[in-house]
């Protein structure tokens, strides 16, 4: 599969590796085309690996993944392009954070939420948020955490959560630990589990943590 | 040890249900002296149960229950009085949940949290947030979800934390279980968490679980 990953922090860096490293060709995408941190990545992985615009990574993927900060998904999908995400399944993984006074904040926090905003921006995407609740290196190898844990999906198209389901599998995340919480809507409640995993990770010193869902059958 | 629980809603009752069979003396709290439900309770359980007003009840607890919903846990602490708080051990177990056009809100958010109002407006009480992310019945029988499964603690006072720890133990908590976050500043990211229990509720239909926290060690 073509993936278009959006972003070359650290979540873009990750989410690209292991796409490549599981056989498929990606384009990691930045604002401009010759962002060295994007270059050298390409050049390092050779082959499948390309770096190229925001708008150059969307077009080249049959999936595109946002892995900007959720605080500036909007513009980076708007450079982009809604002709390149048309529909397409556009993977979600941002969080709205940002730091205020050396703060942690959520913005949009409660009444909206990232995953929200990208659908209604593009609505011919097929938004699917997931994998915002473990940090960067649990989403690509979730056995970095022992046991099995859980992971989210919410978006209003099925099928577009089934392909992600699929993809959160290639990763690593057993089919039975995938919990689809249906509508995009809920995009703000796994958003906003953010200052939980924050002090939890304050806590442990450590992003290697996930929470399982226990429940009586 | 006598408890003062404030609030005769399911929590309130949950509770106050719990620390009797325990074998501690209950006095639970509401609005008024006579309120119907308090005083059918404080009879059906007998001797060492009590019904009285919000002050009574705080008056009567060596150790706090607010057990009243977080939009209006200041004015029933009011109502108690500081005197009948100060220096004792006050354990908020609400959420800040209210309904605006049918859908679930949350007052405060992400920049204040019940836990800290309280705190605030009663400096010399040793307020301790906990057992907010999970159903009443489950706050007081954790065994009613499967295996071992996590319980957050946080607040300003170190003794205090030790002491509602022992309390949560007594309910049926695992020592090993209990996540003390620090300081009451957490009672935010506890209280963020309301959005995904609630989705999560939607997805079982049932009030029965809650999260495990995996960490690689």
């Known amino acids: 599969m073509r993936y278009g990953v959006l972003g070359t922090g650290e979540v873009g860096r990750s989410l690209g590796g292991r796409l490549l490293e599981l056989g498929h060709e990606v384009t990691l995408g930045s604002r401009s085309a010759d962002n060295p941190v994007a270059v050298e990545w390409a050049t390092a992985a050779a082959g499948r690996a390309h770096a190229g615009t925001f708008a150059q990574a969307a077009a080249a993927g049959e999936v595109v993944v946002n892995a900007v900060g959720g605080t500036v998904a909007l513009d980076a999908l708007r450079a982009a392009g809604a002709e390149h995400l048309d529909g397409k399944v556009l993977v979600d993984v941002s969080n709205p954070l940002l730091f205020e006074d050396g703060q942690p904040r959520l913005d949009p926090v409660e009444s909206d939420s990232v995953g929200e905003r990208i659908q209604r921006a593009f609505p011919h ?19 970095r955490v022992p046991g099995e844990h859980n992971v989210f999906v919410c978006g209003e198209d099925a099928r577009a959560k089934e392909q992600v389901t699929e993809l959160l599998v290639e990763f690593g995340w057993p089919a039975g630990r995938v919990l689809d919480l249906g509508g995009i809507r809920a995009a703000r ?7 939980l995993w924050l002090s939890m990770f304050g806590r442990f010193g450590s992003p290697d943590f996930n929470i399982e869902v226990r429940r009586a059958v």
Chains 1, 2 share one sequence.
């Open 125 to 143: 995407a097929r938004v699917v948020k997931t994998l915002n609740t473990v940090n960067c290196q649990v989403m690509v190898k979730p056995g």
């Open 189 to 195: 409640a796994v958003e906003m589990y953010l200052p």
